[in-house]
């Protein structure tokens, strides 16, 4: 059993919303719990995954905090729904200094774990943070120039995209309008992902009334241009990678592992990409493989 807790932290002038997922117990003889950071896919709110996983690392006794973006679900800020890696970082910098003070955890034992998109974000901290002492990363998300040519259709489609994210952001800056179009659409040939992918679409699993199903045109600039491999050889923490050859830009992954500069782990498993956001065997399986590799690091 765990305890879910609402709490409120500050990011730079913005107040963020999270979960604070805690074992039944926090008395244990042990004394104040490993904390962990968690966060999901691009776009997506705490509900979507992120909670997920943060509840069951509480079932393994770790305190886990799941949270909303600047400009997401409940968390303040604006423009709304804006995919920006950097300010991404500054939050999960900023829960971590939230998770670090609190009385149930124990401040010199925080680790991470990244779902999908967040496994970049979450290595960008842990190789600008000391204070993130073991990364996970689940069905990672690892993109470089090469990774995302290969993604989205080649150079001149990417081009394209930073164009009309240029476009939008001009107009945002001129208007203060956000041009939207649907993240996920089987219809919708302007969607960040036009393709049917039923974790999205399904409301009995990520299609939760908190997330808005809008892509913000201009995060492309950000999200295309941003070198998530290059960040690799300047993480000297303990690190696992849990993935699948049926996942997405395996490659990636591969790349981002090889060049880790500390001690490193990895576990090829099955399943597509979304079913490590929900799905069993998949969750239990990353889970309780995250769950030991901070055991074995955190204590």
Not at 224 to 231: G, K, P, Q
Request: charge should be negative; glycine fraction near 8%.
């Amino acid at each position: 059993m765990t305890h879910k807790n609402k709490v409120t932290f500050d990011s730079e002038g913005v107040a963020l919303t999270g979960n604070l997922f805690l074992p039944e117990s926090t008395g244990a003889p042990g004394g104040p719990l490993p904390g962990i950071v968690v966060a999901g896919t691009w776009t997506s709110v705490k509900e979507m995954m992120a909670d997920r996983h943060a509840e069951r690392l509480a079932a393994h006794g770790y305190a886990a905090l799941s949270f909303d973006f600047t400009g997401f679900g409940e968390s303040g800020g604006a423009p709304r729904d804006v995919e920006n890696p950097t300010l991404k970082v500054r939050d999960i910098h900023h829960a971590l200094t939230f998770l670090a003070a609190h009385e149930a955890v124990d401040g010199d034992r925080l680790g991470a774990l990244g779902i999908c998109a967040a496994a970049m974000y979450m290595s960008d901290t842990t190789a600008r943070d000391p204070r993130v002492r073991s990364l996970a990363l689940v069905a990672p998300w690892l993109h470089d120039a090469t990774v995302v040519e290969h993604a989205y259709g080649g150079a001149e489609a990417v081009a394209a995209r930073i164009k009309t994210a240029g476009e939008a952001r001009a107009r945002y800056d001129e208007t203060g309008e956000v041009t939207y179009v649907p993240v996920v659409s089987a219809t919708d040939e302007r969607a960040a992902m036009p393709y049917d992918i039923d974790f999205y679409l399904n409301p009995a699993r990520g299609n939760v009334p908190a997330w808005p199903n809008r892509f913000a045109v201009m995060s492309w600039a950000d999200w295309l241009t941003y070198d998530a491999i290059a960040l690799a050889p300047r993480i000297d923490r303990p690190t696992l990678l849990v993935h699948s050859e049926d996942a997405a830009i395996p490659e990636g992954a591969r790349r981002f592992h090889a060049g880790l500069a500390g001690p490193k782990d990895f576990l090829w498993t099955q399943g597509t990409q979304f079913d490590f956001y929900d799905s069993e065997p998949q969750v239990t399986i990353a889970v309780d493989t995250v769950a030991a590799h901070f055991a074995r690091t955190l204590s």
